[in-house]
């Protein structure tokens, strides 16, 4: 086992050193874990679904840590707003809150898109957190 590897185990066992940044300095590393021979022809092919796996890794290492919280959009002030979703400051907030004051409460995520500055992809990013009841 490569000097590299050795010190990312210990590192590991100590707690010093993330699962998924354990991951992605294998990812790099030019030997394989099982044994201490050379790898040999990695394709591109396979390094891209490397480190897609160790990306993977990475969004469900963080997603674990990240304690899902949610947001009801239809009883939230703005800084509650704000506070919970991502892409989501002050001002988007408050429009929120007056969209929904001025024509009643969310009853669909996709109607968030009709308050200015809240697009498909802000709606996507925080489908999950949004409630609406």
Known sequence: MSPLKQNLKAQLSKGSVS???LLVALLFAPL???D?????DV???DKAAMKQKVLLAAE???AAAEPQTTVNVNTANAEEISQELKGIGMAKAEAIVAYREKHGAFVALE???AVKGIGDKTLAKNAEKIRLE
Do not use: G, Y
């Open 19 to 21: 699962h998924w940044m």
């Open 32 to 34: 394989s874990w099982a």
């Open 36 to 40: 201490s021979s050379p790898a040999t």
């Open 43 to 45: 394709s591109a092919h």
């Open 60 to 62: 469900m290492n963080n």
């Open 111 to 113: 109607e968030l898109t």
